[in-house]
């Protein structure tokens, strides 16, 4: 038989419900690409409304969605600010240059916070000799400061700076909503603190594939032109699109439960010899460990875990990722604390 691993490399591992699947078999579909897929404009009506926006498009990818967002707001040669771990700058494989143009400017946030003086001088006065700055990104959550969540009032500062400059801003909310079931805030009020957002349904959510771009009306029917020379204009996507219907109802208050394990996870690892916790908070499902061990580095104990029928994600010399989701139970935690206990004692 083959083994079972507690995957905590990430949450895009997981996979559709029971009732995704069902949803998917009763689909109505239509061709999106024309226009006349039902179940994608409900999709897309559900995630307008909750975020308080004109409209939103189903696209095949997060990387797609951000990428797309970029391409819309900007005209080749704008200039983007974005924090400098960020995963469309820094993990998407250079897209914002190659699909958007941009000229990119990156600022090293705290805790996945531009700090709002920098951001501010970042802002281009109007000159004909400096590029124009076009677009502000942010991301909810921040994944490489460990899953941290960008307060509210942060957002709204933001807004009104770039507000004030003419400057549109793009939130990439992969997992966004990991932050709000913490937050309770209205993902309204979060959609009006900034011009466009992205969330993804194939993270916690469960779905198999896709994510939503959220915007204003026109913004919308631009990036829908984007999305077209993208590739991304799909056909009867109503079938994944159903998934997203369900991921509402079903998923998303799971996401509460990842976090806690996720805090539980670090609690636990707190205090072992040769580990330590790479981040200050832990807001949400993303666990960045530190191996500070004499004899082991972030690969090896890699795979000393697999070993133990445990995968984590060694990202460089020293950093070891993990993620909760909901493919990982409470047994799968202790046994992957247990190991880590043992892998650091027998070295
Ligand atoms: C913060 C963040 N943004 C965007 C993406 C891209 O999403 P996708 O894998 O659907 O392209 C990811 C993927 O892991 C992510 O973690």
Not at 110 to 127: K, Y
Not at 285 to 306: K, Q, Y
Not at 340 to 346: E, H, M, N, P
Request: charged share 20%; net charge negative; hydrophobic share 40%.
């Amino acid at each position: 038989m083959a083994q079972r691993y507690a995957d905590f490399r990430s949450d895009t591992v997981t996979k559709p419900t029971q009732r995704m699947l069902e949803a998917m078999l009763s689909a109505s579909v239509g061709d999106d690409a024309l226009g006349d897929d039902p179940t994608v404009q409900k999709l897309e009506r559900r995630f307008s409304d909750l975020f308080g926006k004109e409209g939103a498009l189903f696209m095949p990818s997060g990387t797609m969605a951000n990428q797309c967002a970029v391409a819309t707001h900007i005209v080749p040669g704008e200039e983007v600010i974005i924090e400098s771990s960020a995963h469309s700058f820094a993990y998407e494989g250079g897209g914002l240059a190659r699909i958007g143009g941009a000229h990119v400017r990156t600022i090293e946030g705290e805790n996945g916070r531009l700090p709002l003086g920098q951001l501010a001088g970042a802002i281009r006065p109007v000159s004909v000799h400096m590029p124009r700055t076009g677009l502000i990104c942010l991301e909810q959550t921040h994944l490489f400061s460990g899953g941290t969540i960008l307060p509210l009032d942060y957002l709204r500062e933001v807004s009104s700076l770039a507000r004030h400059h003419g400057v549109p801003v793009h939130i990439d909310g992969a997992r966004l909503f990991n932050a709000q079931v913490e937050t309770g805030v209205d993902p309204a009020d979060y959609g009006r603190t900034c011009d466009s957002l992205m969330v993804s349904l194939s993270k916690g959510l469960s779905c198999p594939i896709g994510s939503l771009l959220i915007g204003g009306g026109s913004f919308i029917e631009r990036a829908r032109r984007v999305r077209k020379w993208m590739g991304g204009a799909m056909r009867q996507s109503g079938y994944l699109a159903a998934c997203g219907l369900v991921a509402l109802d079903e998923t998303l208050p799971l996401l509460a439960q990842d976090n806690a394990r996720c805090r539980r996870l670090g609690g636990q690892v707190l205090g072992m010899d040769g580990l330590r916790l790479a981040q200050d908070t832990i807001d949400t499902n993303i666990l960045f460990l530190e191996v500070t061990h004499a004899d082991l580095d972030a690969p090896m104990v890699e795979s000393a875990l697999r070993d133990e029928g445990v995968l984590a994600l060694a990202l460089g010399d020293r950093l070891l990722r993990f993620v909760t989701h909901r493919h990982v139970s409470d047994a799968d935690l202790d046994h992957a604390v247990a190991a880590l206990a043992r892998i650091v004692a027998k070295n």
